[in-house]
């Protein structure tokens, strides 16, 4: 017997054990949600999650009603989930693999589509409760920081694969996530944890409706710390929500959302192979950093129904981040804080129209507009060793980036077998830059980017239904490069998706995807200072996952995802995109208990080697972790969830590059076992 095979054995001879010794008086845990098969006119993926198989509920916002892959998990798949952050909730995902580089305030990584772990996930659109949150220029433009979520404040996540959305422009290459919080009810939950390294969490929300339920409020607390599993890699963080939510006719609906975050984080930096190889949880011997961050941010909603098939939505909102990075060296003894005040201030505005037309004909049309300003302030200081500033770095420096959009979409079922889809996207973008070393005012490039979508279902059988979809999309140039004097035109982007899904039993769900996407790449010529076009960088994608559930308490999940990557020309043609796993496998199963009282799940994650810098000449070998969950509960409100992450004790990296002598680590959780007591009703 196989390492793999003993741990899932010990696993299920423990569960049977607690299970046998529990008080099977209890009352038993709530029924699951009734499984149906897909609807011939709904999208053609499928929520896909192991322990449970729950297809597109006809509720669900339009934005995701698309034909392509879409995966969605649903409040029963996240509320047991005890993770360190919003961005982990994104390891069961098909397809996805999460590049945890270890501290609290920069923002980590995944891949989506083929898209790379090096640019900290600035190539996916993230939003929150339909509010982008991805930000210019911080840490990667267009990164987003998903520490600051607080993860059981997620009541749903929604995964859409590929820039196949009309809703979404810039930084839409490999997708859109949405999470999405609750507003409705009355409700309470707290979650309390403890764990390796000194993990502590403490969370609750309260929820209540008044005014014969025309008017509710939320309120969310979270206090987070942990020691972290490297030297130097303690971090904490506190978030507090309210939402206020007032429906004074029943087709109105007026809502305030706001949040308040701030961390402090160390982090243990990266370290080399011979570090890595020595002790893995060491902390980088030359270079080590941390900081803070504080967030505020509030948002205004209104959603009016105007007629039984029109639907206004208006959200007006403004987030500010104050962010600290220290650094430090013990070879050259130079201190440093490098500091950014960012503020996003954004409108938008969207109206979906309904309407039965001639034959019975089903016209669905989505149009809006959004605006969004960035208005960054940086700087660079030498400090003392406690974080007194001596002297700039580097000159203070002002940017403002503004990003028009206008969008129109439509999908017509011409019968219960067909659906068409299609949109356009017209973006544009201005901006400028003032430094404390130029007096003069420096305008960026004006941009001014047209993007299109189009794709259909065909559902022959209300059990298999097939899908195919193209979609342009585009990336400006990055970060300050921007505002350089002859900066780079948009980088275009050409898409396409085709796949199907089987669903011939209740218990039985199988789906595969096949995508392509190329990426126009231009580098300049260092004589004339022009861009030239050097080829394409291709990404081709297979994924295949399977949903089994042979038994009414069994529960049976794998994936698996190839990526074949390449560049097409230029000094590096022929050679395969560095940061990206050739392969990602995910397998788990679900069994509950015959008592009903116990649940075991078991997760396996593989992740598949990749190139470590554009040059091919290093890689990283990938890595292999088992996971495993077991949810007690002890009657409809309490439940206890014991977690037990990366069981074999694999030592392994969530993210490596290449330095100049070598691959260069940032190092991942060993074994490690936490405990959480849940109340709710």
């Keep these: 017997m196989n390492l793999k095979s003993l741990l899932i054995m010990t696993c299920l001879i423990l569960l049977w054990f607690v299970g046998a010794h529990a008080d099977t008086t209890q009352p038993q845990a709530t029924e699951k949600q009734e499984k149906r098969p897909p609807q011939a006119s709904e999208v053609s993926d499928v ?5 449970e198989i729950v297809v597109k509920e006809t509720q669900v916002p339009a934005r995701i009603d698309l034909p392509g892959s879409v995966d969605v998990l649903g409040y ?3 509320k047991y ?4 952050n919003a961005m982990d909730l994104l390891w069961k995902i098909p397809g996805i693999s999460v590049g945890d580089y270890g501290s609290g305030g920069y923002p980590n990584a995944f891949t989506l589509r083929g898209h790379d772990l090096m640019g900290h996930s600035n190539h996916t659109v993230i939003t929150v409760d339909g509010i982008p949150v991805n930000t210019h220029l911080e840490n990667a433009d267009g990164g987003s920081d998903l520490n600051q979520i607080a993860p059981d404040e997620i009541h749903r996540l929604e995964v859409v694969k590929g820039p196949i959305d009309a809703r979404y422009g810039n930084w839409n290459r490999a997708g859109v996530i949405h999470y999405h919080s609750k507003n409705r009810g009355d409700f309470a939950k707290v979650n309390t944890q403890i764990g390796s390294w000194d993990t502590q969490k403490v969370y609750a929300t309260f929820g209540k409706e008044h005014l014969n339920n025309r008017f509710n409020h939320i309120y969310s607390i979270e206090s987070y710390g942990t020691d972290g599993w490297r030297d130097n890699s303690a971090r904490e963080r506190k978030n507090v929500y309210g939402r206020w939510f007032y429906r004074p006719v029943d087709a109105l609906q007026i809502g305030l959302t706001t949040q308040l975050y701030t961390s402090t984080w160390d982090s243990g930096g990266y370290i080399s192979e011979a570090q890595w190889q020595e002790n893995p949880r060491q902390a980088a011997t030359d270079n080590w950093d941390g900081g803070y961050k504080d967030t505020n941010q509030g948002a205004l909603h209104l959603d009016w129904r105007l007629s039984p098939g029109i639907l206004l939505e208006t959200k007006l909102w403004m987030m500010d981040n104050s962010f600290a990075r220290y650094t430090s060296s013990t070879t050259t003894l130079q201190q440093g804080v490098a500091f950014r005040d960012n503020k996003t201030y954004g409108a938008l505005m969207n109206m979906s129209w309904e309407s039965s037309i001639t034959g019975g004909n089903i016209l669905r049309l989505d149009g809006g507009a959004d605006y969004r300003r960035f208005d960054d302030h940086i700087e660079s200081w030498n400090t003392t060793a406690n974080r007194v500033k001596i002297d700039r770095r580097a000159p203070d420096a002002d940017y403002l980036f503004d990003n028009y959009g206008a969008y129109l979409k439509a999908n017509l079922d011409l019968s219960h077998y067909l659906r068409i889809f299609g949109g356009v996207r017209q973006d544009w973008f201005t901006g400028d830059k003032t430094a404390d070393d130029d007096p003069v005012t420096k305008k960026m490039k004006d941009y001014d980017v047209f993007s299109w979508k189009t794709g259909l279902i065909i559902s022959p059988l209300h059990w298999f239904s097939v899908y195919g979809n193209v979609a342009t999309t585009f990336q400006l140039p990055n970060g300050t490069s921007k505002y350089d004097d002859n900066p780079a035109d948009p980088r275009d982007f050409m898409f396409w998706e085709t796949g199907f899904t089987l669903h011939p039993v209740d218990w039985l769900l199988f789906r595969y995807a096949y995508s392509q996407q190329e990426e126009e790449r231009y580098t300049r010529d260092q004589e004339t200072q022009e861009w030239v076009f050097e080829g394409d960088a ?4 297979h994924e295949a996952s399977l949903n089994l559930k042979p038994f009414r308490d069994l529960d049976l999940f794998a994936a698996y995802t190839y990526q074949d990557t390449e560049y097409t020309g230029g000094v590096n ?4 995109l560095a940061y990206i796993p050739k392969s990602i496998w995910k397998a788990g199963i679900g069994y509950t208990l015959p008592w009903q009282t116990t649940r075991c799940q078991v997760w396996y994650n593989n ?17 292999e972790t088992i996971d495993a969950k077991i949810i007690h509960y002890l009657n409809e409100q309490w439940t206890i969830v014991l977690d037990g992450r990366n069981l074999a004790d694999k030592k392994y990296a969530g993210f490596v590059y290449a330095g100049t002598a070598g691959n260069v680590y940032a190092v991942s959780n060993p074994r490690a076992v936490y405990l959480s007591v849940k109340y709710e009703y």
Excluded: L, S
Aim: aromatic fraction near 14%; hydrophobic fraction near 30%; charged fraction near 15%.
């Design 47 to 51: 929520v896909v999650h192991i322990g």
């Design 76 to 78: 029963e798949q996240i």
């Design 573 to 576: 043609a022929n050679n395969t």
């Design 538 to 541: 291709q990404r081709n994608v």
């Design 607 to 623: 992740v598949g080697k990749y190139y470590t810098n554009v040059a091919n000449t290093f890689t990283y070998g990938g890595y």
């Design 81 to 84: 989930e005890n993770v360190d």
